[in-house]
């Protein structure tokens, strides 16, 4: 039973370009979560999506940032015009639909590193 | 969600119990105790969570006061693999937010050869 997937794993962008996130939940799974964590620092929650609709996005700042999770294909994780302060690792986590013990379960993350 | 309380680092001779304390004294009767860890970079794994019993499995033991106010997760047979930051959660099961994982600064765990 393949785990969560996330690509890249490792991501250089330049200040002003675009970075693109991928995840991919276990199967069975139809629920996202999107952290950053910063530098030494802990994880911060992001976003919370099921198929094709946000549920929480109150973490996610308040520009450049989206999240979908399409019918079809994994969940993306969009910045535009990434600055120095967005190099971080992303964790995507998924879990399953049942509701009081959807244990959520973590991908291997990307690295984003922006120049 | 409750604020959790754990100790900076810990170390553990490998081959002995590893016992992770964690307070949590606001917890709320619905909310939940999740343990993860996090291995150098990596992705944070599962490793248990409870509610009021002691629970199992084979990673790990959680034991948690009657009075629900603190908890300890236990590693019966630590092994250099279990050095990691290990963080302690309180989640609520249901209701507004109780999908969020806040995690805290967790205790960075040394297991010596």
């Known amino acids: 039973n393949a785990g969560v997937m996330q690509n890249p794993r490792h991501l250089v962008r330049r200040r002003g370009q675009e970075a693109r996130l991928r995840c991919s939940p276990m199967k069975g799974h139809s629920h996202v979560y999107w952290y950053r964590q910063l530098p030494e620092e802990g994880l911060k929650f992001m976003v919370y999506?099921?198929?094709?609709?946000?549920?929480?996005e109150s973490g996610m700042p308040k520009e450049r940032f989206s999240a979908e999770f399409p019918k079809e294909g994994p969940s993306i994780l969009r910045i535009q015009q990434v600055v120095r302060g967005d190099s971080a690792a992303y964790f995507c986590a998924s879990s399953p639909p049942t509701g009081i013990k959807d244990t959520q379960y973590f991908g291997p993350g990307t690295r984003l590193t922006v120049l | 969600d409750a604020k959790t309380t754990q100790p900076t680092s810990m170390d553990c001779a490998e081959g002995r119990a590893a016992n992770l304390p964690c307070n949590h004294s606001t917890i709320s009767g619905n909310e939940y105790v999740y343990w993860y860890r996090q291995i150098h970079s990596q992705g944070p794994q599962y490793i248990i969570h409870?509610?009021?019993n002691n629970e199992t499995n084979e990673m790990a033991s959680l034991i948690i006061t009657e009075d629900r106010k603190s908890s300890t997760l236990i590693l019966p047979h630590a092994t250099l693999r279990d050095t990691a930051v290990y963080y302690c959660?309180?989640?609520?099961?249901?209701?507004?937010?109780?999908?969020?994982?806040?995690f805290g600064k967790g205790t960075k765990l040394s297991v010596i050869p």
């Open positions: 409870g509610l009021k």
């Open positions: 999506l099921q198929k094709e609709n946000i549920i929480d």
């Open positions: 959660i309180v989640r609520a099961s249901s209701g507004a937010g109780s999908y969020q994982l806040t």
